[in-house]
C-alpha cells in the first residue's frame, strides 16, 4: 500500500476494488447531473466540483481513445463522496487510509473522495485518470481468465495519468535499480506488498517498466498491444508481439540497462510522463520530416543532373537600383 504522506494521489489497487463483495447504493440526498456524457452523484453545494470532475473524466476519455486506443465507453459514473465514512460506504468497503479514489469496474464507477482531493485540483484530474485507465483495461479483460498483471494495470495507471510515483524522491528505486535489487514482477502479478515501503517500490518500478517498455518500443506498440489483448490473444503472446521479446527477455534487458553504464539514460528516460513522451515524439517527427524533404530534394536535385536540366534561373528584370553600388563619383557624371 502507498503511504499517503508520500503519494497524495495514492489509488487503489484494481484487485481490492474487484474483490469489493457488494455496493451500496448512493445516498438517497445525492444530487445528479450529466455533463460531456459523464454521470455524476453528489452533496447539495458541490454542483461546481460535480461539473469539474465530469469535465476531467471527459478530457480523459478523450485523451485516452485518442492516444492509445483505449475506450471508455459506456461512460462510467462518477460519485463525490464527502469524508472516508461515506467513501467507504460507496467504495463497500473499509479502504486504505491512503486511499484516495477507486475504480469499480462491476458497477462502472469512480469513487472520489472529494474531501481529500479537491476535484478542481491537478491532483484530482491526474487521480481520475489514472482509475479512468484502470475500467478501461478491466473492459479488456471482461470474460478472460488470463486478466492483466496488476504490475501492468498500476504502471500504465500511473504513467499514462502523470499520477508520477517517480516524481518523488528516487533514492530508493536508484539505488535498488542500481544493485539490480528491484522486485521480480512476477511478484507483482496479483498483489502487491502491504508494506508501504515495499509498495512503494512496487509502483515507482511498475512505472518505470512501462515508461522503458513505450520508450523502446513507442506509443503505436502499446496501442497494439491493446489491440491484440482485446481480440483474444493470450497476454504473454500479446506482450511478445507487441514489444518484440518475452516479458521476462524484456523484465532482464530493462533491469540490465537500470544496473549497467547506461543507467543515467534509462533514468532520464524512465522519468518522462506519458505526456512528456508525446511531446518528444512530435518534436522528433518534426526533425523526420524535415529530414525526408530535405533528402527527397537532394535526390531530385540529383535526377535533375542526371538527366541535364539546368535550373532556370528567373529573368530579372531591370532594376534601377539593380548594378554597381552607387558612387558619388558616378552622380557627379
Ligand atoms: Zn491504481
Redesign the pocket.
Same mark, same amino acid.
Given at each position: 500500500m502507498i503511504p499517503s504522506a508520500r503519494l497524495p494521489l495514492a489509488? $487503489?489497487? $484494481?484487485a481490492a476494488a474487484l474483490l469489493a463483495p457488494c455496493l451500496a447504493a448512493a445516498p438517497p440526498d445525492f444530487l445528479r447531473l450529466t455533463l460531456d456524457g459523464v454521470p455524476v452523484e453528489f452533496h447539495e453545494g458541490d454542483a461546481g466540483p460535480a461539473r469539474d470532475s465530469a469535465r476531467a473524466l471527459a478530457w480523459a476519455a478523450e485523451r485516452l481513445q485518442r492516444d492509445t486506443g483505449l475506450l471508455l465507453t459506456p461512460q462510467p459514473t462518477l460519485a463525490l463522496a464527502r469524508g472516508r465514512e461515506e467513501f467507504d460506504l460507496l467504495c463497500g468497503r473499509a479502504m486504505p487510509p491512503w486511499s484516495v479514489a477507486a @475504480?469499480l469496474p462491476r458497477s462502472n464507477r469512480i469513487i472520489l473522495d472529494a474531501g481529500k482531493a479537491p476535484p478542481a485540483s491537478p491532483e484530482a484530474r491526474a487521480l481520475l485518470f %489514472? *482509475?479512468a485507465v %484502470?475500467l478501461a483495461l478491466a473492459r479488456l479483460e471482461t470474460g478472460r481468465a488470463d486478466r492483466l498483471p496488476l504490475w501492468l %494495470? *498500476?504502471g500504465l @495507471?500511473?504513467w499514462l495519468s502523470g499520477a508520477r510515483h517517480l516524481h518523488g524522491p528516487r533514492t530508493d528505486f536508484d539505488l535498488a535499480a542500481a544493485h539490480n535489487a528491484l522486485i521480480p514482477l512476477e511478484r507483482l502479478r496479483d498483489t502487491f506488498p502491504e508494506r508501504s515501503s515495499e509498495a512503494d517500490m512496487a509502483y515507482a518500478q511498475s512505472e518505470a517498466f512501462v515508461a522503458h517498455l513505450v520508450n523502446r518500443s513507442g506509443v503505436e506498440a502499446l496501442c497494439a498491444f491493446f489491440r491484440l489483448y482485446a481480440d483474444g490473444v493470450s497476454f504473454d503472446e500479446t506482450f511478445r508481439a507487441a514489444f518484440g521479446r518475452s516479458l521476462p527477455e524484456a523484465e532482464s534487458e530493462w533491469r540490465d540497462a537500470l544496473a549497467g553504464r547506461f543507467k543515467w539514460l534509462w533514468a532520464t528516460l524512465g522519468a518522462l510522463t506519458f505526456w512528456g513522451f508525446m511531446a518528444l515524439a512530435t518534436v522528433a517527427v518534426f526533425f523526420l520530416v524535415s529530414w525526408r524533404a530535405r533528402r527527397q530534394r537532394r535526390t531530385w536535385e540529383r535526377e535533375e543532373e542526371e538527366w541535364g536540366i539546368v535550373a532556370q534561373e528567373p529573368e530579372e528584370e531591370d532594376d534601377p537600383d539593380d548594378g554597381e553600388p552607387w558612387s558619388p563619383k558616378e552622380d557627379r557624371r
Open positions: 489509488a $487503489l489497487p $484494481l @475504480a %489514472h *482509475e %484502470h %494495470h *498500476e @495507471a500511473t
